[in-house]
């Protein structure tokens, strides 16, 4: 059967981002203990307020345990068993790019994100993350011309405390999940974004997170914080060699807008999912969230998720001013084993809060994929609107495909509106596309693609590419 | 997960003893191990993902006991009635069936229609009680399965039309806080048909507790309409179990209806496994004061070529809240299936909630399947029309709260049912405003 075959093509399509560097790295031992999150901290040269931070952190998360109610199944993780710090080895402070160790810089150029400054062109500053630690940002000097910080979270730690003190922890608590509590612990590096006041930043500024080597955790933590009336587009983007072992990548996002400024967070998340056989890949555990603090201000999210043997997040807006607005735009694309347990929170507490959802599922092999999300209405929140539209497409008859929706409604002149559709593509589609002359494969690309189009309209320019390219990757000729 | 509630409250379980020496053994053995799963599973908490906006903290508040005896007299009941007189007709007070207010004589063959702590040897009952509604998860299916013997059972034989509508009619109160555990079951037998009306009434204003649980199974053809209409005072706690097993080619439609109670819960649980299947899922909840009215439904559509179709609607007043759970199921060999789920919710006040989850788990490919939840207020526009054309803000509100309920009453088929709830409503409408 052709349908078989093309199937088969998709489960068998290869990981190409799955090669691993040899980088040398320097490693903490496997385990965690409160030696761990203080070498961690010693490693970083950190303060003692934060090293403090960190260990009622981790005080804390001893206290919890694992959560159990997301729709996925996977072994037991043995938290002693992971290494919860890697570097590459540096022997010395880097001074020009020049210095970047060359197989540091053939891996990004691998990925397709050069570091070089000839990249200007494409108007993107990327912070570049291997395992734990943030290589090399670059267009510094340019960005803090404007005012703009941006650079690694170690590196913020050191020149700007008073903002890290302030904002650090202010979205995510360091309760607030077993995950976050975690990462709060043991967050080795990650991004740190500052837009001062009506500055409105030039490019994109953009994260790549890389996992390179073998048994290590990817602890980052990302805060972006946009001062009155200021805008910023923030890209990430992830990968991962290919291993048979199951790696965690629990990180923390957290973004504060002030009054009138606005922020758009997109991610193409693309870490290992595994082999055709579930072997292997990422557990992509992610606390991300967004607090609109100001009036009129915006936070919007896009995500296009097709990596992770399981993906497990929740970026989510806390509409605390009044006017703020918040924005979900996902596409989770879920093949061979892989699941999925993904969605949004918007938390309605000002007024006139608009919040919008759309969320497009596509699932095939024998992958379970599943939209969760939660619209509270709380009893202040006058006139609020929320439209969410969670739609999903199976390309199989193994694979599942699931909705939860929570609406919380507690002030009656809220609207909130909800709709859900499953369906496949429909075989009177491809017919139509057959007669004119386009095969199976290109038709359902088309449709597919077409079906995901709200959503890729979001993303900015070179996003948008890479992640039409990727959900072609992934999808190549399936007909369900 | 520990959900239960810290102290299981001891006098639910006191009737036990009594009851459990009524009856075969092997129900006997049912009702142990049911008692024995409760005393696990303890009252369920708002940690429990499935009660998680329903807090039954208050029914452990005070104590319940089972009423004693029989105070009804007929001249009561009249106003009851609401499907009219012309009804096979079990009047249960507070949940114990009182055969002088009841009329199930000279029934035509093939129609049995009784107690069913009298046929606990009826080959039906054998073999289907207490065989569709698990307790393994559900704490109060427990509860109930380890008090089984009050109750109506409806047998409807083969090719038999049962051309009466088949009135249960409940009523609790008289005395302060009545407990009842009624059971039902209701099988309908292949090429059959029945009209059921389940019909739930106070006295005065005392508080009642009243645990139900109702097995409902349709042969191959069979055609059911059950209406489930409830109608108790504010202090009524009303947790109600309804699970339905189809097989193929059969019709269910099921109306859940509730006016009022303090906490009213329905559980309502339909498994397809047939093909060529229809359910009619339909409900409408219309409270104020601070009552809570949660719908849990779950359609499971276990094989293929089935369509159910569900469609909710609340009016919520007061301080009241009301809860919508729908879960569409759809299994791995239940392609084709078409499956709708509609629930739409309008708040009158400020202090009214909504929570609305609907859920969808599908794992086949070629299906239809949506479904949409939506909450808000009336139609401005509409408002202002009917205001444009002479009619006052209030009148209008009521014209349009009443054009909202009437889409799920219209669903119901007994004309009698359907005026006597219209106009319910039409009063209680107006005189909350």
């Not at chain 1, 997109?266 to 603090?293: E, H, M």
Request: charged letters at 20%; glycine letters at 6%; a negative charge.
């Amino acid at each position: 059967m052709s349908d078989t075959k093309i199937i088969d093509d998709v489960t068998q399509s290869e990981y190409k981002y799955g090669f691993v560097s040899d980088i040398e790295s320097d490693n903490a031992p496997k385990g965690l203990n409160e030696g761990i999150v203080r070498f961690i901290s010693a490693k970083k040269n950190e303060p003692e307020w934060l090293l403090e931070w960190r260990l009622k952190a981790f005080r804390h998360w001893l206290t919890m345990t694992e959560p159990t109610w997301p729709n996925v199944h996977y072994p037991v993780i043995d938290f002693q068993d992971i290494i919860y710090y890697s570097a590459p080895k540096q022997k010395i402070v880097l001074n020009s790019l020049d210095e970047v160790d060359p197989e540091i810089r053939a891996t990004f150029d691998k990925l397709g994100i050069s570091l070089e400054e000839q990249k200007r062109l494409t108007g993107v500053a990327v912070d570049a993350v291997i395992d734990s630690v943030s290589v090399k940002t670059t267009f510094r000097g340019a960005l803090a011309e404007l005012g703009i910080i941006f650079c690694s979270f170690s590196e913020a730690v050191h020149d700007h405390p008073e903002l890290i003190k302030k904002y650090l922890g202010s979205v995510v608590p360091t309760t607030d999940n077993f995950y976050a509590a975690l990462n709060s612990a043991v967050f080795s590096d990650g991004s740190f974004c500052y837009i001062p006041k009506g500055v409105r930043c030039p490019m994109e500024l953009s994260t790549y997170f890389r996992i390179n080597s073998a048994g290590t955790g990817q602890f980052e933590r990302t805060l972006i914080i946009a001062d009155e009336s200021a805008f910023v587009s923030y890209l990430e983007g992830c990968s991962a060699p290919m291993r048979d072992e199951n790696q965690l990548h629990a990180a923390v996002v957290e973004i504060y807008a002030h009054k009138d400024s606005q922020v758009k967070y997109s991610t193409v998340q693309n870490w290992y999912p595994g082999d055709k056989n579930g072997k292997g890949g990422i557990y992509n555990f992610v606390t991300k969230r967004g607090i609109c603090a100001g009036d009129n201000s915006k936070i919007s999210w896009t995500q296009v998720e097709t990596g992770s043997s399981i993906t497990w997040k929740y970026p989510s807006v806390i509409l605390k001013g009044d006017n703020s607005v918040g924005e979900f735009y996902s596409v989770a694309v879920t093949n061979n084993y892989q699941q999925a347990d993904t969605g949004t929170k918007m938390i309605h507490l000002g007024r006139n809060t608009k919040s919008t959802i759309v969320s497009k599922g596509i699932s095939g092999g024998h992958s379970q994929n599943s939209y969760r999300g939660l619209v509270r209405i709380s009893p202040k929140a006058e006139n609020a609107r929320n439209y969410s539209q969670c739609d999903s497409l199976l390309l199989g008859d193994k694979c599942g495909a699931h909705t939860f929706p929570y609406l919380e409604v507690n002030n009656k002149s809220a609207t909130v509106e909800h709709e859900a559709t499953t369906s496949k593509v429909g075989e009177d589609q491809i017919f139509y596309c057959n007669q004119r002359g386009i095969s199976n494969e290109d038709a359902v690309g088309l449709i597919v693609n077409g079906y995901c189009k709200e959503v890729f309209n979001q993303l900015p320019m070179e996003f948008a590419v890479e992640a039409q390219k990727l959900l072609a990757v992934s999808l190549e000729g399936s007909v369900g | 997960m520990n959900t239960t509630i810290g102290t299981m409250p001891e006098y639910l379980t006191r009737y036990f003893e009594n009851n459990n020496l009524i009856g075969p053994a092997s129900l006997k053995q049912i009702r142990k191990d049911a008692l024995a799963r409760f005393e696990v599973l303890g009252i369920p908490t708002t940690k429990h993902e499935e009660w998680k906006y329903t807090n039954l903290a208050p029914l452990t508040r005070s104590e319940f006991h089972p009423a004693l005896y029989h105070t009804l007299s007929k001249d009561v009941v009249v106003n009851d009635l609401i499907a009219g007189k012309e009804v096979i007709l079990l009047v249960f007070e507070n949940g114990r069936l009182n055969k002088e207010l009841s009329s199930f004589d000279n029934l035509p063959k093939g129609i049995t229609v009784g107690e069913l702590g009298d046929n606990f040897d009826h080959p039906a009952v054998v073999k289907n009680l207490a065989k569709h509604a698990s307790f393994e998860n559900e704490a109060m299916v427990a509860l109930n399965t380890a008090h089984i013997f009050d109750g109506a059972f409806i047998h409807v034989a083969e090719n038999v039309h049962c051309e009466k509508p088949i009135h249960l009619l409940y009523i609790s109160g008289g005395e302060e806080n009545t407990l009842a555990f009624p059971r039902n079951l209701m099988v309908a037998e292949k090429n059959s048909s029945a009209k059921v009306i389940e019909s739930f009434h106070s006295r005065g204003n005392e508080s009642s507790f009243i645990n139900i649980v109702t097995e409902v199974v349709l042969e191959e053809n069979a055609n059911v309409e059950w209406s489930k209409i409830q109608l108790e005072n504010s202090n009524t706690f009303h947790i109600s179990h309804t699970e339905c097993t189809q097989a193929a080619n059969s019709n269910f439609d099921i109306h859940t209806i509730t006016f009022g109670g303090k906490i009213v819960r329905n559980n309502l649980h339909i498994v397809l496994d047939g093909k060529n299947i229809t359910s009619n899922l339909n409900g409408l909840y219309v409270s104020n004061g601070d009552s809570l009215v949660d719908n849990h439904t779950l359609v499971d559509h276990a094989m293929p070529n089935c369509l159910s179709n569900e469609l909710y609607k609340g009016v919520l007043d007061g301080k009241s809240k009301g809860v919508f759970n729908g879960k569409i199921f759809v299994r791995k060999d239940a392609q084709k299936t078409n499956a709708y789920q509609s629930n739409k919710n309008i708040l009158m006040s400020d202090e009214a909630s909504m929570n609305a989850k609907p859920q969808l788990e599908i794992f086949a490919d070629d299906v239809k399947c949506s479904h949409g939840a939506t909450t808000g207020q009336l139609d401005k526009e509409a408002l202002f029309y009917l205001r444009s054309r002479g009619i006052g803000e209030e009148a209008a509100r009521a014209f349009l709260t009443i054009a909202f309920a009437d889409d799920v009453l219209n669903r119901i088929s007994n004309e009698t049912l359907r005026d006597e709830l219209k106009n319910r409503i039409n009063e209680r409408l107006n005189k909350s405003n």
